[in-house]
């Protein structure tokens, strides 16, 4: 996870879009093996035929987890995730489903770590597998993991549109400075199977104008635990 110039992780930690308020346990509690949820099963679209899928995520060991899903007419797939949020925070790996990217169907978004923030990955349905999507790029990130962040002096998160048909997203990196918000929006569009980047803007906002960009924005997360 990216170093952050700010206080570990508080009680008050709350992303926009409804992603986790850890736990007073989160700041120094001995740390979980697995997830009191051994097996995790939600009915969501993944495909994008219309119809819901059964996804099912059970841990494997103490942080790895299988991802399978079965399609309402009868496709299987699965991925495996290593995850350690069971010990940085004491929940379970699954967050939910969304419709990120400009493709028909549900991505799967997993917890992997938290700190600071979190680190997610994103599973998605490619020709009857489950793939990761790699995140927009921004600064240091890597190539598949998505970082959110809700403090009072640092905001990493994403905000999703679309526009003339075309999915857009602006990856967000925002630090406190005095009354204002400053740092740097990267936009991506979904073109040819991933995002790509079209513009790299730094910033200088309000707090009302930062305030559009907190979490997850612009989607609505569904099947949450």
Request: proline residues 4%.
């Amino acid at each position: 996870m990216r170093p952050i110039k700010t206080a570990v992780l508080i009680a008050a930690l709350a992303l926009a879009a409804g992603l986790l308020v850890p736990s007073a346990q989160a700041a120094g509690a001995a740390p979980h093996t697995l997830p009191a949820v051994a097996v995790r099963t939600v009915a969501v679209d993944v495909d994008g035929d219309a119809v819901a899928d059964t996804v099912t995520v059970t841990p494997l060991a103490a942080t790895s987890y299988s991802v399978a899903v079965q399609t309402a007419d009868g496709e299987v797939a699965s991925a495996t995730v290593h995850s350690t949020i069971a010990g940085d925070w004491g929940v379970e790996p699954w967050y939910g489903a969304a419709r990120l990217d400009g493709v028909r169907g549900h991505e799967l978004l997993l917890l992997t770590s938290g700190g600071d923030g979190v680190m997610f990955r994103v599973l998605t349905w490619r020709s009857g597998t489950l793939v990761l999507e790699g995140a927009p790029r921004s600064l240091a990130k890597g190539t598949y993991d998505w970082y959110l962040a809700d403090l009072d002096q640092v905001r990493f998160g994403y905000r999703f549109s679309t526009r003339d048909g075309r999915r857009f997203v602006k990856d967000v990196e925002l630090f406190a400075s005095g009354s204002r918000w400053k740092g740097t929006i990267v936009t991506s569009v979904w073109k040819a199977g991933a995002w790509r980047r079209t513009a790299t803007k730094k910033v200088s906002l309000t707090a009302s104008q930062a305030a559009a960009y907190r979490g997850l924005a612009g989607v609505t997360v569904v099947a949450k635990p």
